[in-house]
């Protein structure tokens, strides 16, 4: 019981409600943390009005040359919001592939543990540097 009220329970993202029961429908525990990474890393600084300061900032990197430089502080970005805003893990590496870089994907790999059950995880989120896909 002490492990699901430390890692909690909240709306399912995208907000989801159940017709037949009129509810919405809320996550709990591992995959509460993967839909709180996702939506740290996809909100702008500045998004949320009673809470300006959180998110990632990594949306305003979309355009940029993928160079060395942009990798390792898009790497810091996401590290800085993880310990900030996630308590309910402990973050061990932040890994970036950029396998398909004519298309654009640069795949941000977070490994992390939970720390009521010490249990390790990985969230995959795939970042699109630019739209548009590969003429052949």
């Not at 943390?33 to 990594?58: F, K």
């Not at 402990?90 to 298309?103: A, G, P, Q, R, T």
């Given at each position: 019981?002490?492990?699901?009220?430390f890692l909690?329970?909240?709306w399912s993202f995208p907000p989801t409600f159940n017709k037949t029961q009129k509810s919405l429908i809320t996550v709990s525990g591992e995959l509460d943390?993967?839909?709180?990474?996702e939506l740290l890393i996809t909100t702008s600084p500045g998004e949320r009005v009673?809470?300006?300061?959180?998110?990632?900032?990594?949306?305003?990197?979309?355009?940029?040359?993928?160079t060395v430089?942009?990798?390792t502080k898009l790497?810091?970005?996401?590290?800085?919001?993880?310990?900030?805003?996630?308590p309910r893990i402990d973050l061990e590496n932040v890994s970036l592939k950029n396998s398909?870089?004519?298309e654009g994907i640069l795949y941000i790999q977070i490994h992390y543990r939970l720390r009521t059950t010490n249990s390790r995880s990985n969230f995959v989120y795939p970042f699109y540097i630019k739209e548009g896909s590969?003429?052949?």
């Amino acid at each position: 019981m002490e492990e699901k009220q430390f890692l909690g329970t909240g709306w399912s993202f995208p907000p989801t409600f159940n017709k037949t029961q009129k509810s919405l429908i809320t996550v709990s525990g591992e995959l509460d943390i993967e839909q709180s990474l996702e939506l740290l890393i996809t909100t702008s600084p500045g998004e949320r009005v009673l809470r300006s300061d959180y998110g990632c900032g990594i949306k305003a990197m979309s355009f940029e040359n993928m160079t060395v430089t942009m990798m390792t502080k898009l790497k810091r970005l996401i590290e800085k919001s993880i310990l900030k805003y996630e308590p309910r893990i402990d973050l061990e590496n932040v890994s970036l592939k950029n396998s398909i870089e004519l298309e654009g994907i640069l795949y941000i790999q977070i490994h992390y543990r939970l720390r009521t059950t010490n249990s390790r995880s990985n969230f995959v989120y795939p970042f699109y540097i630019k739209e548009g896909s590969l003429v052949q």
